[in-house]
Nanobody, 117 residues
Framework: VQLQASGGGLVQAGGSLRLSCAASGITFSGNYIGWYRQAPGKQRELVARISSGGSTNYADSVKGRSTISADDAKKTMSLQMDALKPEDKAVYYC????????????WGQGTQVTVSS
């Protein structure tokens, strides 16, 4: 299984970024597809997650500003982030996980998002 994240970069506060993640070796069906982030000195945290049934949940800090999507046919997932804030600065990781047996948890390599004030 490989997850390849891209789309990070430097953006001014109030701007937008679209993160993408290309998956191989795995199907999205039956899995959770998610984006997490880790800021310096902080623990990795959930940003957004979508189930194979289409249910989504977002961190309160990004709710209303971010949209997660996943396309099983194309094996891609995306996170559209708008109205970015300096506190959104972090390394963002894509994730595919399954919580029922057999469980697994796969991570992409991370993509840096920096927001200037």
């Amino acid at each position: 299984v490989q997850l390849q994240a891209s789309g990070g970069g430097l953006v001014q506060a109030g701007g937008s970024l679209r993160l993408s993640c290309a998956a191989s070796g795995i199907t999205f069906s039956g899995n959770y597809i998610g984006w997490y982030r880790q800021a310096p000195g902080k623990q990795r945290e959930l940003v957004a997650r979508i189930s194979s049934g289409g249910s989504t949940n977002y961190a309160d800090s990004v709710k209303g500003r971010s949209t997660i999507s996943a396309d099983d046919a194309k094996k891609t997932m995306s996170l559209q982030m708008d109205a970015l804030k300096p506190e959104d600065k972090a390394v963002y990781y894509c994730n595919v996980s399954r919580t029922i047996t057999p469980s697994y948890n796969y991570w992409g390599q991370g993509t840096q998002v920096t927001v200037s004030s």
